[in-house]
């Protein structure tokens, strides 16, 4: 087990009047990938900023190492950051921007001219010391951005959606670069962003934030297997979210039809939630699936063929690679074990609070 | 403690800034006719001030020139924004930098070479030259209040609405027109403000036939100026703070704009 | 289309030649010959007479000091709005625009009277036991009607500058370590260095060039420049030697503009 490194305890903070983040706990491990995954206004950036000192909470507390770092101003804190959009100082060139904290801090000419050429080498940006940040891309902003984190050792590296402002194929590129820098620096990544495939491809653990709650927190095979409430679900990856009725432990009715499944413990006769991912659909012959449907549109996308299923007034979402022409009959099947129940939420509060105080 | 120290160091400011023009108006009632004297209050100088012929003539000047110099600045000005913005980096930046000199150059200076060209081309000194100066300083104002508005114009609108079938001129007054308007109007307001407040430039520029508020009292410095001009400067000052404020209530949301 | 729009810039480019190019060419003729129309430097070379050298060196050191007042005490003030009125420029614009709505000249006569002997100023400091301002008709009541009528030249492009400067890099500086008083030296004061240029050209031009504020606040006795100029034209007429001296002052004003150019590449110093 690796130790504990950053742990906010109750932390609650509102901005006039709106509350963004209600008894938040989280704690992160050292050497640690971990990703706050929400919509906007989640309040995921609002604990990075917490982390980082920008923000004071207006309850609760912020261990670092086993101390209260709570009211520590961000200079004093052993994180950096990496700006949403980069925040280089414009009238410094890449060299100055980089070395800016180690000057702050009074290392030596020597020293600084080392760790300047170190990171640009790991940022692969070799030989950019003396270019304006003016004239740079926007990933190699991002680059630069990240170099000048890292000099200074920090022994935690918070990221603020850092690839928000970069085109499809570069946040791609810089995806791979992110975990190998991660990698190679062996320090903890904090990770804000709301962007779930950037979350499953990189993240040790990934925290999924709605309306200032935790949702979930896990692996990505965890969130993405086992989601443990319908935003989660929803959020993450395509899915089919249905109302369902739990007739007794592995046995679930959904629109009159019952499907065998693994879940136990929900009670008899419960209403719960049932989510079905579209590539666990299975489309047979009719009559040999548990409903019947009609296959109402369908898109080639490359890998597979996306479809929709009309089966007893639902519109079953279907990721298959075989194919099924529109109007034709399809019998649906799932496999019990792809079938994921969950606890329908009671009220409004619960439902932003969802699982993950149940459990 | 911090905070306490800011709000004191407005308001101080705003004292300094404020204090001679309260001064002003409290002297324009004032019975006696030295500044340094009170001598009760009065309403004589209210009076006396609709009865010269010399203030209201100065006044007519002042305001005749504000206005004009102003409109046909502001015309002039955004004319050239809209195309200076079509040019390219070099021409553009040669443009700018003739519009910085008279905004950087000494009034003094301007003055002077404005009056030494009327002269030279036989142009007699009177209302027109201080028009055409007004003009020539003015112009700048407007250009630096309109430039950053069309600097900011998302080009694909416009270029919808010819899409959409409007003529180029109706696509401008429909469209461009209206994202400008803001800019437009600051550099109006600032060129009729810059122009009543000019002396120097009006100094040289005049001749000696006519006067605005500000050589009028220029000329009178000497021998004491009559309250009287404390009263219209007070009633032009006080009058523009109302319309400035009725203006500014109702949209405050707007107020980035300016 | 683009061609067409280009000649809207014909108005414009004909008045500015006419009333700035040529005006300006006609100072350096007149500054450059005689009376006979010889070409001469005499009438530049004519700053070297003692009083006028004073005049010079007199403007110069009191539109210096008034430059330094003005930006020492608009640096903070601009800091404060900045932070206290984001988004509301146009307020600001508004509170220092306004005072040109009371006559410039009778703005800066009112501080006679409340800088008088008996003034207003004088009878508050009496009261608090402090001790009595003596400075009408002196040099330092030039400097006080510089800082007051140039001021706001120097708050607007400070303040437009700093409102420029975003929050993110301001919290990288804190996040990279900088204390508040290293993010200021480091960050935010190179960051405002066009608006610092341009306030101080629009502060020091025109107070190195008044003739108007010496002329009512030095009480007729302290001669600068700009009054030594003024003079050659309205009582002495001569133009010849009140053009070359005029072309002395430009060497300053020169310097002004490019000192801008070279920092304010963007135009972002701009007062309005």
Request: hydrophobic share 50%.
């Amino acid at each position: 087990m690796k130790d504990v490194l950053i742990d906010l305890r109750n932390i609650t903070k509102s901005f006039d009047g709106t509350m963004v983040l209600d008894d938040l706990n989280l704690s992160v491990k050292e050497n640690e990938f971990v990703t706050l995954l929400g919509p906007s206004g989640c309040g995921k950036t609002t604990t990075l900023r917490i982390i980082g000192g920008f923000v004071t909470p207006d309850q609760g507390q912020v261990i670092f190492e086993g101390k209260d770092i709570t009211s520590l101003p961000p200079n004093k804190r052993p994180v950096n950051t990496v700006f949403q959009k980069y925040a280089l100082f414009p009238h410094m060139d890449v060299a100055e921007n980089i070395a800016f904290g180690l000057r702050i801090k009074g290392k030596s000419k020597q020293y600084i001219r080392d760790k300047i050429s170190y990171a640009l080498k790991l940022v692969n940006l070799d030989g950019y010391e003396h270019r304006q940040v003016t004239s740079l891309s926007g990933g190699q902003q991002q680059r630069i951005a990240i170099a000048r984190a890292i000099v200074n050792e920090p022994r935690v590296l918070l990221l603020d959606e850092p690839l928000g402002a970069l085109d499809l194929k570069l946040r791609q590129d810089m995806q791979y670069e992110l975990i190998r820098l991660k990698n190679e620096l062996g320090i903890t990544f904090i990770y804000v962003t709301h962007d779930q495939e950037e979350a499953l491809t990189m993240s040790d653990t990934i925290v999924v934030m709605n309306q200032g709650y935790i949702q979930q927190m896990g692996t990505p095979e965890d969130i993405y297997n086992e989601p443990e409430n319908a935003f989660v679900a929803d959020f993450i990856g395509d899915s089919n979210l249905l109302d369902g009725m739990m007739i007794e432990d592995k046995l679930v009715e959904v629109l009159g039809a019952r499907f065998a499944c693994v879940d136990t413990g929900f009670g008899t006769m419960q209403p719960v939630d049932v989510v079905i991912r579209p590539e666990d659909v299975e489309l047979v012959s009719p009559g040999e699936g548990t409903i019947d449907g009609v296959v109402s549109h369908l898109i080639f996308k490359g890998v597979h063929y996306e479809m929709e299923v009309t089966a007893r007034g639902f519109e079953w979402l279907v990721h298959s690679t075989a194919c099924f022409p529109v109007g034709t009959e399809v019998g649906i099947r799932v496999d019990p074990f792809n079938i994921q129940i969950m606890n329908k939420p009671v009220d409004d509060d619960e439902k932003a609070v969802g699982n993950g105080e149940m459990d | 403690m911090k905070k306490f120290l800011e709000r004191f160091y407005l308001v101080f400011i705003f004292i300094f800034l404020y204090a001679p023009i309260a001064a002003l108006v409290i002297l324009s009632f004032n019975e006696s006719k030295y500044m340094s004297q009170w001598g009760g209050f009065s309403l004589k100088w209210y009076v006396d001030m609709f009865e010269s012929s010399l203030i209201m003539s100065a006044l007519r000047n002042t305001l005749l020139i504000a206005a004009l110099s102003s409109v046909i600045a502001t015309i002039i000005g955004t004319a050239a924004c809209l195309a200076i913005h079509q040019m390219k980096p070099r021409s553009r930046a040669v443009i700018m930098g003739l519009t910085n000199i008279p905004m950087l150059n000494a009034d003094i200076v301007t003055g002077i070479s404005l009056m030494l060209c009327f002269i030279a081309f036989g142009i007699s000194l009177g209302f027109q030259t201080v028009l055409i100066a007004h003009i020539t300083f003015n112009i700048p104002y407007v250009i630096l209040s309109v430039m950053p508005k069309v600097r900011q114009l998302e080009p694909s609108t416009y270029e919808a609405a010819l899409d959409l079938g409007a003529t180029p001129l109706y696509a401008f007054f429909k469209i461009t027109f209206p994202d400008i308007l803001p800019g437009i109007l600051s550099g109006f307001l600032l060129a009729f403000t810059m122009s009543l407040d000019d002396f120097i430039i009006t100094h040289f520029t005049k001749g000696a036939g006519i006067n605005t508020l500000s050589t009028l009292i220029y000329s009178e410095v000497r021998k004491g100026i009559r309250p009287s001009l404390y009263a219209l400067s007070s009633i032009l000052f006080v009058s523009v703070l109302i319309l400035l404020l009725i203006i500014n209530r109702p949209k405050r949301n707007a107020e980035k704009n300016a | 289309m683009k061609w067409t729009r280009k000649l809207l810039a014909g108005p414009y480019l004909i008045w500015m030649a006419g009333f700035i190019l040529i005006p300006l060419g006609l100072i350096f003729y007149y500054g450059l010959t005689d009376s006979s129309g010889a070409f001469t430097l005499e009438n530049i070379m004519a700053i070297t007479d003692p009083q006028r050298a004073n005049s010079l060196w007199r403007a110069l050191k009191l539109a210096l000091i008034s430059t330094v007042i003005c930006l020492a005490a608009a640096y903070p003030l601009a800091m404060i709005l900045k932070r206290i009125a984001k988004n509301r420029s146009s307020l600001i614009v508004f509170i220092f625009v306004l005072p040109m709505w009371m006559n410039f000249l009778l703005r800066t006569m009112a501080w006679q009277v409340l800088l008088d002997r008996n003034g207003v100023i004088n009878n508050v400091l009496g009261f608090f036991h402090l001790p009595r301002l003596n400075i009408i008709n002196t040099q330092t009541a030039i400097i006080f009607g510089m800082v007051y009528n140039f001021l706001p030249f120097m708050v607007l492009p400070l303040y437009n500058v700093l409102m420029k400067i975003g929050n993110d890099v301001v919290e990288a500086a804190y996040d990279l370590g900088a204390t508040k008083v290293q993010t200021f030296f480091h960050v935010i004061l190179p960051l405002s260095v066009p608006g610092i240029i341009s306030g101080i050209t629009m502060v020091f031009v025109p107070a190195l060039t008044t003739f108007v504020i010496s002329n009512l606040l030095g009480g007729g006795m302290i001669l600068l420049i700009g009054n030594v100029i003024e003079q050659e034209f309205t009582f002495t007429s001569n133009w010849h030697l009140g053009s070359g001296l005029s072309l002395v002052l430009m060497v300053f004003i020169l310097i002004s503009m490019a000192l801008i150019a070279k920092y304010d590449k963007e135009g972002e110093g701009g007062a309005f």
